[in-house]
């Protein structure tokens, strides 16, 4: 049997002095698709860094059998691409430049790019819906343009894992559903493994295989959409009102207003 594309087990991160994430264990086999969900400040973005190789982890984390820790930098890049929640923007870099950045594991130190790493860029800025854009300073952009410019770096990185940050956050609808569909349409074609965050419950039982529900740096339910979107794993781990609809490809989660202010409202805004 092949070994999973992600294996994370009883990962322990401690930021500042202060345990984050307590002991996750979670394997993703190739081609799933996870989403991990969870309240703010659970630790999903914490545990995204950390399988993407972007924490100190020792064995815990190990990416198609190999310790991530034991993958030098740029076989890392072939193998996983991260799209962080707000990646850094550099300083007056064109859109098509940051694109090209995908590129960098494919070109040789001090190389420049070929013909088909500027084919991969504009391929992917075209799938994005983003086709003109690649002469402008990427500082200009709308977020949601700016969004989708990080996910095309990511795709033109060509990688096997997809570790995507709430990738749609800023989107509104019909790229969401877009830049979804496209996620979903690379994953099939070229057998991609997608691990990601959502806040958007109903669009992560959509699209994910399965859902793994995090809770204070601790996995609290795991399993296929339905197993983990019931009213009352969402009551007890997000103090949220909601009702559950059974919608045709996956649970829809509504929030509905509660009868009376839940205990500690306040404390939460
Ligand atoms: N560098 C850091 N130093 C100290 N604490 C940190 C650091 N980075 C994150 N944290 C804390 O770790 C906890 C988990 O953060 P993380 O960003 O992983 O949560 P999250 O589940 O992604 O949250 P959200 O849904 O709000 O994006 C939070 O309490 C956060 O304040």
């Known amino acids: 049997m092949s070994a999973p ?17 307590t002991g996750v264990d979670l394997s993703v086999a190739a081609g799933e698709w996870v989403t991990v969900i969870g309240p703010n400040g659970a630790g999903k973005s914490t545990l995204l860094r950390a399988v993407g190789g972007l924490l100190p982890t020792e064995d815990a984390v190990s ?65 994005l819906d983003l086709t003109g854009f690649h002469a402008r300073e990427l500082a200009t952009l709308s ?17 096997t894992l997809l570790l995507l940050d709430e990738p749609t956050s800023a989107l509104d609808i019909g790229h969401q559903q877009d830049v979804l569909e496209l996620v979903d349409q690379l994953r099939r074609a070229h057998g991609l493994t997608v691990v990601a965050t959502m806040h958007d419950l109903s669009i992560a039982g959509e699209y994910a295989d399965r859902l793994v529900l995090l809770a204070d740096g601790q996995v609290a339910a795991v399993g296929n959409p339905r197993e983990v979107l019931t009213t009352e794993l969402l009551a007890r781990h997000y103090r949220a009102t909601v009702k559950v609809i059974d919608g045709e490809r996956g649970p829809l989660v509504v929030p509905v207003r509660p009868a009376s202010a839940p205990d500690g409202v306040l404390g939460r805004c």
């Open 5 to 21: 594309a992600v294996a994370v087990r009883d990962l322990r991160v401690q930021l500042a002095g202060v345990p984050i994430l």
């Open 143 to 159: 977020g949601g343009e700016r969004q989708r410019v990080f996910l095309a770096r990511a795709f033109a990185q060509g990688a």
């Open 63 to 127: 990416l198609f059998g190999t310790p991530i820790q034991q993958l030098r930098r740029r076989d890392r890049a072939r193998v996983v691409a991260t799209v962080a929640q707000s990646p850094v923007v550099p300083a007056g870099m064109s859109v098509l430049d940051y694109v090209l950045l995908g590129r960098t594991p494919y070109i040789a130190p001090l190389g420049r790019e070929s013909t088909a790493d500027l084919a991969a860029a504009h391929d992917v800025l075209d799938r």
